[in-house]
């Protein structure tokens, strides 16, 4: 079954100059919305789970959902991903669920909001790459801070990535993937003012910078949900009281991939996706009471929002270009 390291669906998607989607996982339908739309557009896929999806979940659920995802997709390149772990701890324990990639937000403390120096950033990463790639298992780490504190990730403060920190970080840390802070922020309330072409939306500087003295890097965009006006309107419509509120535009996605990013975070959009559909289909329905009925319509706005993101970020045709690796195989490539 390719379940495989992330590192290979990242290097593979430097070869074909294309972002791949990481998607975050909480539940049975998000998960086969996600496999359907993969299997439609025939994409590698990155399932992430974070610390409340699995705190929500128990752990057992939502590894068991993404494993069921590896066993009724046996042929799409599928990576299981700890997003926003903060702790030695947190990354032995997804290990142990059996994910082939974690990330460390050594960027926070452990509580998650307080940021911490370089020092002791490269210190925890480090620690979890000296424990995860004898595993075979790879490691996304993160400089810089972003905005939001909605989910309960993040400061609230932004920190730029200093792209004079990055060479010296991938030194000391060994991780394969780093996060990098260029303005975006975690949840729907990322910009008051629609995001003009024209202006500089986003620091993609700093990214084309670090891109130049690492090319090698795989670098990775947090907070990229792009916040679909028409979702915000339909949740508005049928009894939701969401502010004007604008996300991360696709074009400047696309800038972002040209200079070098690899895996695109979206939690958020899903999460309209699935609210907007439920509000519609009970504000219209007001009989209704099984979950199956108003679960469907909202795990096909899901699919339709994920496919459009595999298109978009070009990811979308290359499940089958190379042959999967197992983690067995990366053991031996770290080891090297
Ligand atoms: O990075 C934040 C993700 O959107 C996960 O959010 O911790 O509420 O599951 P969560
Ligand atoms: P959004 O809130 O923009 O979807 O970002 C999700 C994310 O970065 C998960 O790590
Ligand atoms: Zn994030």
Request: glycine residues 8%; aromatic residues 8%; contains cysteine.
């Amino acid at each position: 079954m390719p379940l495989v390291p992330m590192k290979q669906i990242l290097d593979e998607a430097k070869k074909g100059n294309y972002g791949v989607p990481h998607f975050n996982v909480n539940n049975m339908e998000q998960a086969q919305a996600i496999m359907r739309a993969a299997e439609e557009v025939k994409s590698p896929v990155i399932l992430a789970a974070s610390r409340g999806a699995l705190k929500y979940s128990d752990l057992i659920f939502l590894r068991n959902i993404m494993l069921a995802c590896v066993e009724k997709y046996p042929k799409l390149p599928i990576a299981l991903h700890l997003d926003h772990g903060n702790s030695l701890e947190s990354v032995k324990t997804a290990i142990s669920l059996g994910f082939t990639s974690v990330m460390i937000d050594g960027s926070l403390k452990e509580d998650g909001k307080t940021p911490t120096t370089f020092e002791e950033n490269v210190k925890v990463t480090k620690s979890c790459v000296d424990y995860a790639h004898p595993f075979g298992v790879t490691v996304e780490g993160e400089l810089g801070t972003l905005g939001g504190i909605e989910d309960g990730v993040g400061s609230g403060k932004v920190q730029l990535t200093d792209p004079n920190q990055v060479e010296k970080f991938l030194k000391l840390t060994g991780v394969d993937a780093l996060a990098v802070a260029i303005g975006t922020s975690h949840g729907a309330y990322k910009f008051k003012i629609k995001p003009d072409p024209d202006k500089n939306l986003l620091a993609m500087d700093i990214i084309r910078e670090i891109h130049k003295r690492c090319p090698n890097l795989h670098m990775v965009m947090h907070g990229s949900s792009s916040v679909p006006q028409e979702l915000l309107a339909e949740i508005n419509k049928y009894g939701g009281k969401i502010p004007p509120t604008y996300g991360v535009p696709l074009w400047a996605i696309k800038e972002g991939i040209a200079a070098g990013v690899r895996k695109i975070n979206v939690d958020t959009d899903l999460r309209l996706a699935v609210t907007a559909a439920v509000r519609k289909f009970l504000y219209e329905n007001p009989e209704a009471f099984d979950p199956r009925e108003y679960l469907t319509p909202a795990r096909d706005a899901m699919q339709k929002i994920i496919k459009e993101r595999f298109v978009e970020f070009g990811s979308a045709g290359h499940a089958y270009d190379y042959t999967p690796i197992t983690l067995e195989q990366a053991k031996k490539f770290y080891k090297k």
